[in-house]
C-alpha cells in the first residue's frame, strides 16, 4: 500500500488508465497533475479553461470515490514539480502507455 501518489495526466483518452493505476496503488492521499496539452498553453482561452478545470475536477472526483484517498489537483508542467516526496509516481509516457515509478 503506498501513501501517497503522483498521478500525471496525459492525453485524455487515457483517463481510465490513471484512474485505475490509483485504484491499485491504494494511497492515502494522491495529487494529481494536468499536464498542458500544448507547451505555449495559457488561461486566456476561456474555453479551453474550463475544460482542462472540468477534466481536472472529473479525476479528481473518479479517484476519490475509487480509492477513498484525499485528492488535490493541480495544473502545470511535470517537469517542474519535486517528485521525491511520493511513493510513486504514476502516468501516461508517450505511445508507450502506462508507466510506473517508484
Known amino acids: 500500500?503506498?501513501?501517497d501518489i503522483l498521478l500525471i495526466a496525459g492525453p485524455e483518452d487515457?483517463?481510465?488508465?490513471l484512474v485505475a493505476a490509483a485504484i491499485a496503488a491504494h494511497p492515502h492521499r494522491a495529487t494529481v497533475l494536468l499536464a498542458p496539452d500544448a507547451p505555449t498553453w495559457t488561461w486566456n482561452d476561456f474555453a479551453a479553461e474550463h475544460e482542462r478545470s472540468d477534466?481536472?475536477?472529473a479525476l479528481i472526483a473518479q479517484i476519490e470515490r475509487s480509492?477513498?484517498?484525499?485528492?488535490i489537483g493541480l495544473l502545470g508542467d511535470?517537469?517542474?514539480?519535486?517528485?521525491s516526496n511520493y511513493d510513486a509516481v504514476l502516468g501516461v509516457h508517450g505511445a508507450r502507455g502506462f508507466a510506473v515509478a517508484a
Do not use: Q
Open 14 to 17: 487515457h483517463d481510465a488508465e
Open 1 to 3: 500500500m503506498t501513501n
Open 78 to 83: 511535470p517537469a517542474l514539480v519535486d517528485t
Open 55 to 57: 477534466r481536472l475536477a
Open 67 to 71: 480509492t477513498g484517498a484525499l485528492v
